[in-house]
């Protein structure tokens, strides 16, 4: 092994001194390539990253190629094209390195490795259109999830990918996604499903679909009176994220450790999140005019921080529907859920309270102050269901 390492390293350094030397027209990201590849196979020889991702995320790479061909399509085609080669290619790399090493693979692990890493691949390529990016951010994310230590099956793996990259598509046929989110959201919808199970992947879609309803909902009328979301409400991989990150983390979490009290910081986080989405749309159309949630002073619609009684009420409908949704599908009782929703509630008028401070004055981002207020969501839910 080390030897393969060792000479693989010498041909880099050769590689890296031929550009260095001739310096045809677009050297320098090849140049990147080669110094990106000649990290990845330093981290391998010293600090333990398997060689077979190195493989697996250059390869991930071919994606590139069969995306870019397919130009002409249309851009689900040019995805799917990305993520077929991609996973296909990756996952012969790295079964190929691992036996030619003499080791017998685990076909399940490295199949929900290369997966995992070829659509977060595509998804920084989508964003960055870096290869270099795409290739470190691949591998840097493969090699995460070694340190976890899952048993995964490979029909598991599979309807997991497939389940939450359909609805993506469906989504994204509707207008309710940007594609950036198509992928982030199978990101995040196939590792809770596999950390988690189906009902944490639904709790999400429930707080999809009721985030398109209501953002819909009097549209016209919030355009006239100019507090309408930009572009529908098509939602993007930030917006995926901002929303969904805190409940991710909560589900490797448990899927880690077996404790419930990840269960309930997932749902007070998506109660949080729901929670502010039905009260930002619908009480964006009260009559009553919108109060600074810190000073109480009269503010006009849309401005952040600002609250109404049917906000409130609206974020209460919205908590209590996630946290109901949860009791049906069987995922917690009792005093789970009574937390759930309190930590849910106050998520929401966190949110309000930075976006009537930070937000205002340009410190935070709409994302930033979601992300936040789901993390207090779920840290004051877990918090109760521990003291008492």
């Known amino acids: 092994m080390?030897?393969?390492?060792?000479?693989?390293?010498?041909?880099?350094?050769?590689?890296?001194?031929?550009?260095?030397?001739?310096?045809?027209?677009?050297?320098y990201e090849d140049m990147r390539f080669a110094f990106a590849t000649l990290t990845l196979l330093f981290f391998a020889a010293f600090?333990?990253?398997?060689?077979?991702?190195?493989?697996?995320s250059i390869t991930i790479l071919a994606g590139i190629y069969a995306f870019n061909r397919l130009n002409e399509r249309g851009l689900i085609e040019r995805v799917l094209g990305f993520l077929t080669i991609g996973i296909i290619l990756s996952f012969l790399a790295g079964v190929s390195i691992i036996e030619s090493l003499g080791a017998v693979p685990d076909y399940a692990f490295i199949l929900f490795l290369v997966i995992i890493g070829t659509v977060t691949g595509l998804l920084i390529y989508l964003i960055s259109e870096d290869v270099v990016f795409t290739l470190v951010g691949s591998c840097m994310l493969m090699w995460s999830f070694i340190f976890f230590g899952i048993?995964?099956?490979i029909l598991h793996i599979l309807f997991a990918f497939i389940f939450s990259l359909f609805l993506g598509l469906v989504s994204y046929r509707e207008r309710s996604i940007e594609i950036?989110?198509?992928?982030?959201?199978?990101?995040?919808?196939?590792?809770i499903i596999i950390f988690g199970d189906i009902r944490w992947f639904l709790?999400?879609?429930?707080?999809?679909?009721?985030?398109?309803?209501?953002?819909?909902?009097?549209?016209?009328?919030?355009?006239?009176?100019?507090?309408?979301?930009?572009?529908?409400?098509?939602?993007?991989?930030?917006?995926?994220?901002?929303?969904?990150?805190?409940?991710?983390?909560m589900a490797i979490a448990y899927g880690k450790y077996q404790d419930p009290i990840f269960i309930v910081a997932f749902l007070g986080s998506f109660a949080s999140a729901t929670g502010d989405t039905l009260a930002s749309e619908i009480?964006?159309?009260?009559h009553d005019q919108p109060v600074l949630i810190t000073t109480f002073e009269h503010v006009p619609p849309g401005t952040d921080g600002g609250i109404t009684a049917l906000g409130e009420l609206s974020a209460i409908f919205g908590a209590l529907t996630i946290v109901l949704a949860a009791y049906i599908m069987g995922m917690a009782d009792g005093f789970c859920l009574i937390s759930a929703l309190f930590g849910g509630f106050l998520g929401v008028n966190f949110d309000s309270l930075l976006g009537a401070t930070l937000e205002r004055k340009g410190m935070l981002e709409n994302d930033g102050v979601n992300l936040?207020?789901?993390?207090?969501?779920?840290?004051?839910?877990?918090?109760?269901?521990?003291?008492?």
């Open 47 to 56: 600090l333990g990253l398997p060689i077979y991702l190195v493989g697996s």
């Open 372 to 388: 936040f207020s789901t993390a207090f969501a779920a840290l004051v839910a877990s918090a109760m269901f521990y003291i008492t």
């Open 203 to 249: 709790i999400i879609f429930i707080f999809s679909m009721l985030g398109s309803l209501f953002t819909r909902y009097k549209y016209t009328a919030k355009v006239g009176a100019g507090i309408a979301q930009e572009k529908k409400g098509v939602r993007n991989y930030r917006n995926v994220f901002a929303n969904g990150l805190v409940g991710l983390l």
């Open 151 to 153: 048993k995964v099956d």
């Open 180 to 191: 950036t989110g198509v992928v982030g959201g199978t990101i995040l919808g196939m590792l």
């Open 283 to 286: 009480g964006q159309t009260s």
């Open 2 to 27: 080390i030897h393969v390492l060792s000479i693989l390293i010498f041909i880099n350094l050769l590689a890296i001194l031929w550009i260095a030397t001739h310096r045809w027209a677009g050297y």
